[in-house]
């Protein structure tokens, strides 16, 4: 992303979704959006994920010095529409998990 939309004056709302895991092929998709529209994405690569919930690691943050707000997993990508959807909620995920 040549200029990020980070600042310490306003939230920046980020998202990452990852498509075609475990497929064994190099069909693996990862998506960049930032404020709600698409920032960046990188394709055919062989994304292999294992899910024994004894070796499975979830790292956010990772050097970033800041403060993190509604974190949300979901168990597919999401479409940019879905995430275009949260973005513009005025309360966040808040409505959509009630």
Do not use: C, M
């Not at 310490?8 to 895991?21: G, L």
Request: hydrophobic share 45%; net charge negative; aromatic share 12%.
């Amino acid at each position: 992303v040549e200029q990020p939309p980070f600042g310490s004056d306003r939230w920046t709302h980020v998202v990452f979704t990852f498509a075609n895991a475990n497929t064994g092929r190099t069909n693996g998709v990862g998506r960049l959006f930032l404020n709600g529209k698409p920032a960046g994405e990188f394709k055919d690569w062989n994304l292999a994920v294992h899910w024994n919930p004894a070796d499975i690691l979830v790292n956010l943050g990772v050097l970033y010095v800041g403060l993190l707000d509604e974190v949300a997993l979901f168990d597919r990508a999401l479409s940019a529409r879905e995430i275009k959807s949260i973005y513009e909620q005025p309360n966040g995920l808040q409505p959509i998990f009630r």
